[in-house]
């Protein structure tokens, strides 16, 4: 089989399989290491501007495909890609799972990784992403409130699931308990002004209890002082981000899912119905 078809018919076809709806998985150019898959709305081959949904997968990244099949029929029927990034496990040769939650690792910076898949899919789609929704659930719930805080003008919604640690916009701490030295870091200021424009639901299971991949000790690769003073669960650290959040001037929607554990299936629906609110404020139905 050729990856050049020789007719405009099978062209047609092969970009109908493996570009639209379901995709394929695609290396990403700015960093082949890397990879993503989409959803894309059908009508899109026919010309339809859509917005964008990034979805992050957690330290399982199997994930990916849930968020993609998951978000497939919203969609559909709301005109909005899904972009799943895919953050290999021990990219840099090293078996290290978390580097990504935390937006750097090593040479690595993975907010700007981000950026540059969106860019490139928006071209190939003949879309104006220069804004997009995120969501990400557990490790994606690092990423997404991380992004958020870093890149508030990127995004027209945020939606942060369960992460495991919490960074607060907390000016006397450093990164990533707080964000003290996010410029000297990451180059970048804190806007909170931005922040405060974005809508932000942050939503988790109230019996996603377990705390043995969560709590931080010292030794650890991400252990710094104030590690664990967030809570010690998940609903607790998502809480006090919340009310970090709020301090700031951000309005957060909170949603305890009851009787679920981590669950990440069991919180998407929630996620739509934010996600649909927002988007008819938005279009302004």
Not at 250 to 278: E, W, Y
Request: proline letters at 5%; hydrophobic letters at 40%.
């Amino acid at each position: 089989m050729t990856d050049a078809p020789a007719t405009a018919e099978a062209t047609a076809r092969a970009k109908a399989i493996y570009d639209l709806g379901p995709t394929v998985i695609f290396s990403c150019k700015a960093d082949p290491r890397f990879q993503y898959c989409l959803y894309v709305p059908p009508q899109v081959g026919k010309g339809t501007k859509v917005e964008l949904l990034v979805a992050v997968h957690g330290t399982g990244r199997t994930s990916f495909l849930d968020f993609r099949d998951g978000f497939a029929e919203f969609g559909k029927w709301n005109d909005v890609a899904i972009l799943c990034p895919i953050f290999p496990v021990g990219v840099r040769g090293d078996g290290a799972r978390s580097g990504y939650k935390y937006m750097q690792e090593g040479d690595i910076r993975y907010d700007l990784l981000v950026l540059a898949m969106v860019r490139e899919v928006a071209e190939k789609y003949g879309q104006d992403w220069s804004t997009f929704a995120m969501f990400g659930f557990s490790g994606g719930g690092h990423f997404t409130h991380r992004f958020a805080i870093m890149h508030p003008k990127k995004l027209w919604a945020a939606c942060i699931g369960a992460p495991g640690s919490v960074t607060l916009l907390d000016p006397d701490r450093d990164w990533w308990v707080g964000i003290r030295n996010i410029g000297e870091k990451f180059g970048i200021t804190f806007d909170g002004e931005a922040l405060k424009k974005i809508p932000v639901q942050m939503v988790v299971g109230d019996a996603d209890l377990e705390t043995w991949e969560i709590t931080h000790k010292p030794g650890g690769t991400y252990w710094m002082e104030g590690a664990n003073d967030s809570g010690s669960t998940r609903p607790e650290r998502l809480k006090t981000l919340a009310a970090s959040f709020e301090k700031a001037g951000v309005t957060v929607q909170l949603d305890l899912v009851p009787g679920v554990s981590h669950d990440r299936i069991k919180v998407l629906d929630r996620v739509k119905d934010f996600l649909a609110g927002v988007l008819a404020t938005k279009r302004g139905r």
